[in-house]
Every structure is written in C-alpha cells, then in structure tokens.
DNA sequence: ACCTGAACACCGTTCAAGT
DNA sequence: ACCTGAACACCGTTCAAGT
C-alpha cells in the first residue's frame, strides 16, 4: 500500500518537499526518505536527478494545462490568453522558485504540447494562422516566466531580509540623488494589480500586431 | 603579482570558470584552483557561494548598464528600451544559462540602479512619470528574461539530443493529429528575428498603454 | 522486478594553525 | 590581513547482493 513507489509518487513528493523546504533540500537522500526507501531505490525509477527535474516540471506544465482546460472557453483570443497568463502565473507561484526551476525545461509528456491544438483551431477562426498563434502564447509565456521570477525573487528576499525591503533602507542604500528612481520605488505596486496591468499591455502589443 | 586574491579577480574567475564549464562544474574547489589558492581562501573574500553568485548577477548587471551607456541616447524611448533588451539579451547570452542564473537575483551594486536615473529623466520629457518608466523597464526585462531562458534552453536541448530536434522528431514525438501545433513547429523562426519581432508587440503594447 | 548496504568521488563550509 | 591543512557533514551515483 504505501509502499511500491512509482514515477508519480516520486514526483508528487517531490513536489511537495520542494515545497516544504526549498530546493536545496531537495536531495535524493531526503526525498528517499519521505517515501520510506533507501536513496538508490529511486534510480530504479529515475535515471538522475536531472531526469527528476525534468518530471517535475512537466507535470507544473501538466497541471497548467489541466486548470486551463477547466476555465470555460473565453470570447476570442484575448480571454484566453489572459485566463492561461492567470493559471500559468498561479502555479508557478505555488511552488518556491517554481518560475525560475520549471521554467525553459524539457517538456517530458507529448499531451502537454499538444494542449495547445483547440486553442489554435479557436483562433483559426479569428484569422490567426498557426504561426501567429505560437508567437502569441510564447511571448506571454515569456512576460509571465519573467514577471513571476522577479516577483518570488521579491518576495523571498521580503522574507529573509525585510530590512532591504523597507523603502527607506532602499532609499538610503541607493545614496544620494537618482530621486526619479526612488519616486518610482515609492509607487511600485506588488502582485495582482501589476500583473494585470503588464498583461495588458502584452496583449494590446499582440493585438498591435495581430489584428490588421 | 598573480597571487592576491581580490573579491573582483574572483568574480571574474568564477565568470569565466561557468562559461567553460557550465554551472555544475562552477564550485568553490574548482573555482579556487583557478585562482591558484587552496578552497577555504576565498571564504576571506566572499562570505559564501550564494554571495559569489549575487556577485556574479551584480557583474553580469554592471555590464549590461556599461554597454547600455554606450550606446548613444536614441530618439525617444522606443529606441532606448530597443537598445536596452538588446544589451540585456547580448550579455545574458554570453553566459551558459545566463538568463535562469542571473535573472531575479539580489543586485549588490546600488551605482548599477541607479543607470536608470538618466534615462527616466529622458523619458520625463516625452510626458512618462516615474511610475510609467518603471513599468516599461520592468515589462522588458521580464520578457527579455522569459525569451532568453527558452532560448538558451533551446540551443542547449539542440547540443545535447539534436535528434530531439529534428522537426520529424517533433511531429513523430507529438503523435497523430495536433496538426496546427505541428504546423507552427515547421515555421517557427529561431533567434534575432523572433526576438525583433516579439519585442516590437511588447513595445507596442507599452506605447498603447503609456502614449496616450 | 524492485530494493538495500556499502562504497566512491565528490561537495560547501569551519577552524585552528601558519605567515 | 590573508591563506592552508585537516576535518565535518553532507552530496549524486554505482553496483553487487538480497528478495
């Protein structure tokens, strides 16, 4: 019953130890040791570490792919692109670093990729040739891996030093003048609001260009 | 003459040293030996390996804001985010997995922040506030981030398995059907081309957006 | 087929001791 | 002030041996 590990038992608990305690506690000893084996056990079921690695970011992928399918079809493109911006964002976030690890890796399952099929058919019908398509959902993958890795980089130093994270020790620290600069830092907003402010403006580029 | 270990010498060194042999052979024994002392020397420099890689980011950083001054001011912000995803881009890719290694993390140096001082006075001409200008440095970088992981990710995945990336490898993977998802692989564009081409919606988004 | 015990060649880091 | 030798508590991985 609990015992008999598996490829996906593996990886779940993978997942969660690299939830619990960050990635550098996620060595194959102690992930062993959650599933009550011994550490070469594993390698029966995994060539290496990086083959791990490689699981657990496809089934990120894999999970994205489910909570997007599960959001009703949107009115055109737009909503689309916005509802798998939202659910690629909120995944990542779950996990620590999960923008940054499981981002630009190999993708292990074919079905993943080929979730993609329906929402290039949908926007067939608006015009969109397949070409179009993939440059659409590449570069708002690329603007969502890009903000989450600044975002969880922000917030785990929020965590560990909340002194850097003070405006006025940021003030001080950068020194005298560049008041444009500090003007900025004093304004930005975190989380939610900024990232639908950004994907917005991802999206009217994409619309710039894609919608003649 | 050769000896005296600086904090920059080893920076350098540890640069250098993930450029030959990528990050997995980037440790301290190897990195010492480089620099021709013995493992527990540079704990005299550098607090720890995780201080030598936001060190490392910090360099990677000063580069890009030196090469960026470089470029002579362009006539409005367009031409300046153009040249200024194209530097970051640039240096990213000078460096094995540059883009995942040294994006989100802690910049050291507050003189590399404060480089944006100019430019937002620049931009404050053509009506941005402060608020304005950081959005659209941080939407940038974001996708310059995102793009380059993929790409590098991409360019490593061809070194290693180009069997995988063969286009009938990929359709062959994908299975029947996914005919669109197939027909983008055979047309997908690789390098200067897409980037150009992804980071003029990306600038059109921020003009729709930021000039009203 | 699946798992363990023991071992190998490494890691990052500390610390007393040297100069 | 700056560096070394030796050591500590780990790593990922292999492999013969067990069931």
Redesign the pocket.
């Known amino acids: 019953m609990t ?4 490829r996906e038992r593996i990886v779940t608990a993978a997942l969660e130890l690299l939830d619990d305690q960050g990635m550098d ?8 040791s959650r599933l ?17 690695l490689d699981e657990m970011a496809t089934e990120v992928m894999r999970r994205v792919a489910g909570a997007f399918a599960a959001v009703p079809p949107g009115d055109g493109w737009r909503d689309d692109l916005t509802a798998y911006a939202r659910v690629l964002r909120a995944e990542y976030l779950l996990h620590r670093d999960g923008a940054r690890i499981f981002s630009g890796t190999r993708i292990t399952d074919p079905d993943v990729v080929r979730m993609k099929e329906p929402l290039f058919e949908r926007w067939a019908a608006s015009g969109w040739k397949p070409a179009d398509a993939d440059d659409a959902v590449d570069l708002v993958t690329a603007f969502v891996v890009g903000f989450v890795i600044e975002e969880q980089e922000r917030r785990q130093a929020a965590g560990t030093d909340p002194a850097r994270y003070s405006i006025d020790q940021r003030d001080a620290w950068l020194g005298e003048g560049a008041s444009l600069v500090k003007e900025a830092g004093h304004l930005q907003d975190d989380g939610d609001q900024r990232f639908e402010r950004h994907l917005g403006m991802v999206l009217d580029g994409i619309a710039a260009r894609l919608d003649a």
Request: charged share 25%; hydrophobic share 50%.
């Open positions: 015992k008999g590990i598996t506690a996620l060595t194959v000893r102690a992930l062993a009550d084996v011994r550490a070469p056990a594993l390698y029966w079921h995994v060539r290496n570490k990086q083959e791990l």
